[in-house]
């Protein structure tokens, strides 16, 4: 079935067409890695974002004073974040584009951000997406990643390549195609050129009507590029 897997769902374009989903503010974890990672001396710090949707995550680097730059698939998405952008008269480089051909050059950022877009697609996209970011980082720069543990409780049709689909229970019914991975894909994830500085596991439990506790699982994930 791995015929079926789009290499990006326009689900996400319906619904940010939708006024859906367009975060003002960063999620919590990202600030923390933000401020935790980046350099401390010389110029502003040059951040990427992969799938940044409404740009909540850049927008926040951006008032901190970073160079920021990000690539989503959904237009509607892409135009609420640059609109925002203006609207607050701070400057990224925000293009609708392709997570696996970065159209940035080797070398250029201090920093790259993957908030669950990688999620969306599958293993092997994944993989090459994260080659293109290891490209486009700077050597000692680093990257936080974000994806959905493989403890997640779900239920939904698979399409193989680790990517389900229609699922219809746990948290995230109706957010299109989804991948899930094992400690041992994220792992393989990475190639020689980087070293992991941290790998949590983050573990919660969801209650619904007083049910039994549905686990949610997510992995954080911070490496650097080695050189």
């Known amino acids: 079935m791995t015929d079926q897997i789009m290499e990006f769902d326009p689900i996400w374009e319906d619904i940010y067409a939708d006024g859906r989903h367009l975060n003002k503010y960063p999620f919590n974890n990202v600030p923390n890695y ?24 850049l927008w926040m680097c951006a ?23 203006g609207s607050e008269n701070l400057s990224g480089d925000l293009r609708v584009g392709d997570f696996c051909a970065l159209p940035f050059a080797d070398n250029s950022f201090d920093m ?15 993989n090459i997406a994260v080659a293109e970011i290891l490209r486009c980082l700077k050597p000692g720069g680093t990257f936080w990643n974000n994806m959905f543990s493989d403890k997640t409780h779900f239920k939904g049709t698979s399409l193989g390549d680790g990517v389900w689909t229609d ?16 400690e041992e894909q994220l792992r393989a994830m990475y190639s020689s050129d980087w ?9 919660m439990n969801e ?5 039994d506790p549905v686990p949610y699982c997510e992995w954080m994930c911070v490496t650097r590029k080695k050189g």
Do not use: M
């Open 34 to 57: 933000f401020f935790r990672y980046r350099p401390r001396t010389g110029a502003a710090p040059k951040v990427l974002e992969v799938g940044f949707g409404a740009g909540n995550n």
């Open 195 to 203: 070293d992991i500085e941290e790998l949590t596991l983050i573990e």
């Open 63 to 85: 008032r901190e004073g970073a160079d920021v730059a990000g690539v989503d698939a959904a237009p509607s998405g892409v135009k609420f974040a640059n609109d925002r952008f």
């Open 167 to 182: 699922i219809t229970e746990g948290k995230l019914q109706d957010v299109g195609q989804t991948a899930f991975h094992s």
């Open 112 to 126: 790259a951000i993957n908030r669950q877009a990688l999620t969306q697609v599958s293993h092997s996209r994944a």
């Open 207 to 211: 209650y619904h009507q007083g049910n």
